[in-house]
């Protein structure tokens, strides 16, 4: 099998007030001439590693089983770091948000030739990851077409943009059926799986392009990595 290559990249943010460092994953046949379709993993390192997601994509494009993909993961620093740039009450969260629509997309668009839609452009993310992946794409829908969420955090804040939101993406949505006693990186323990429910009936009463299902297992990579092949089938076959 043709492998990709894993990139190192590095740009500073000056919305974040930071230099921020990602991965970037380009398929083994990567031409110029092509078109890509950019998949951005919040959580970056965890997808890269624990969710195996370059081998994945190696096998699913060279049987031509998805569209070309070129995959970006952002890392986060520590669990405190996280928390701020993904948590929807996170003292970083607007800027994170503001940092993808404003300066990691520009620079992906004159890095590597994209589509230069919104359905060009697709985010990922596990637990808090999923949630501003979720919020980013509501707060840029016209940047943002497809989103993957696994097991995302969700609150009255994420609840009220969904209701409000008049422009939906496309959505992936998994939770484990065990999540019901999830510890948090704050130390607190929380019930993930009811509020997911919640959103779940409420996205699809809105009638978007909308997967919501849930699987036997926990709040961990052990079963979020068991579903990665079928989350890129579905989102980009």
Known sequence: MKRGTIQDHLIHSAELGEDVSFLVYVPADFS???????LICQDGKDYFQLG??????????????????????IPYLNKHDRREKYHPDGVQQAAYIRFLA???VP?????????????????AGDSLAGTVSFMAALKYPDLFGRVLMHSPF???????????????PSLYHVIGTE??????????????????????????????????????????????????????????E
């Open 52 to 73: 195996r997601l370059p081998r994945l994509a190696d096998e699913l494009l060279e049987a031509e089983e998805i569209e070309p993909l070129i995959i970006v993961g």
């Open 154 to 168: 969700v609150d009255s804040t994420v609840m009220n943009l969904a209701e409000s939101a008049e422009t939906l």
């Open 107 to 123: 620079y992906l668009d004159e890095q590597f030739p994209g589509h230069g839609n919104r359905f060009g452009r697709a985010l």
């Open 179 to 236: 999540e019901t006693d999830v510890l948090m990186t704050n130390g607190e323990r929380a019930d993930f799986l009811t509020p997911n429910r919640a959103l779940s009936s409420l996205l699809s009463g809105k009638r978007t392009d909308y997967f919501y299902e849930e699987f036997a297992g926990n709040h961990t990579w052990t079963y979020w990595q068991k579903d990665m092949k079928r989350a890129l089938l579905k989102m980009f």
């Open 102 to 104: 404003n300066e990691l």
């Open 32 to 38: 110029p001439m092509f078109s890509y379709t950019f």
